[in-house]
Each structure stands twice: as structure tokens, then as C-alpha cells.
């Protein structure tokens, strides 16, 4: 069987560009690799509703199932305030707008390297 991605990275900005096609915003990629052994990458985003939240982690899901791959775990899909995706090398947080500023990942992981999240075209991923 190949693999999906290249790379953790590779995976990592899949899944960006995912959460972009959904209209999330403010989505950074913290590489983790040399600060914790948790994971390689954070990809977080933020929705403007529970909704939004909620259909950002689906059309990852989505997309990630397209490629074989399943998370090994999900959390807050029901409530939509914060979502959590654990794709073991990539673990995904997408949050409702407010929830996110209060709890600060970004802050809490400054020592972490940003990775810069290219942007897609409108028509791109489109017919």
C-alpha cells in the first residue's frame, strides 16, 4: 500500500487547504516535531459558527477518507464549539471564533515554528 502524503507536512497543508475550501480563516500550522512528541503538526482553524465548525471537520473527513486515510479519534463534532481530529502526525483543532481566543493554543505553543499556509484560488478543487 503507498502512502497518501509524502510527509506529515504534505499531510498538514491537505488539510488546511480543506478547511480553506470551507471558508475557515485564520488557519496557521504549528510544527511540533522539535517541541513535543505529541504530534508532528497542528493545523488550526477557525469557523464563524457551531455550523461552520462542524461542516470544516466533515469536508476534512471527506478528504481525508478519499485518500484512505480515518482519524483515530474525533471530539466536539456534536457541539461544534471546538473540534478535535487526531490524524497521529497531524492533529486538527477547529474552533468556534470566541472559544479560540479563550483558549490560546497558538499562545500556549509559541516555541512552535509556523508553517506558512499557501491559499487556494476560488475555482481551484471546482468542477
Not at 57 to 85: C, H, S, T
Not at 92 to 116: P, S
Given at each position: 500500500m503507498?502512502?497518501?502524503?509524502?510527509?506529515a507536512k504534505e499531510k498538514s497543508l491537505f488539510c488546511a487547504?480543506?478547511?480553506l475550501e470551507k471558508k475557515a480563516f485564520n488557519i496557521i500550522i504549528l510544527e511540533l516535531k522539535k517541541v513535543s512528541a505529541v504530534t508532528d503538526y497542528f493545523v488550526i482553524c477557525s469557523g464563524r459558527s457551531?455550523?461552520?465548525?462542524?461542516a470544516i471537520a466533515q469536508?476534512?473527513?471527506e478528504r481525508m477518507r478519499e485518500k484512505g486515510i480515518r482519524?483515530?479519534?474525533e471530539e466536539g463534532m456534536q457541539q461544534g464549539r471546538w473540534i478535535l481530529m487526531d490524524y497521529a502526525d497531524v492533529v486538527i483543532h477547529i474552533f468556534y471564533d470566541q472559544v479560540r481566543l479563550h483558549y490560546d493554543l497558538e499562545g500556549l505553543w509559541r516555541e512552535a515554528a509556523?508553517?506558512?499556509v499557501p491559499r487556494?484560488?476560488?475555482s481551484e478543487g471546482k468542477g
Amino acid at each position: 500500500m503507498t502512502e497518501a502524503f509524502k510527509d506529515a507536512k504534505e499531510k498538514s497543508l491537505f488539510c488546511a487547504r480543506a478547511a480553506l475550501e470551507k471558508k475557515a480563516f485564520n488557519i496557521i500550522i504549528l510544527e511540533l516535531k522539535k517541541v513535543s512528541a505529541v504530534t508532528d503538526y497542528f493545523v488550526i482553524c477557525s469557523g464563524r459558527s457551531d455550523r461552520q465548525v462542524q461542516a470544516i471537520a466533515q469536508f476534512i473527513d471527506e478528504r481525508m477518507r478519499e485518500k484512505g486515510i480515518r482519524p483515530l479519534g474525533e471530539e466536539g463534532m456534536q457541539q461544534g464549539r471546538w473540534i478535535l481530529m487526531d490524524y497521529a502526525d497531524v492533529v486538527i483543532h477547529i474552533f468556534y471564533d470566541q472559544v479560540r481566543l479563550h483558549y490560546d493554543l497558538e499562545g500556549l505553543w509559541r516555541e512552535a515554528a509556523q508553517i506558512d499556509v499557501p491559499r487556494i484560488e476560488a475555482s481551484e478543487g471546482k468542477g
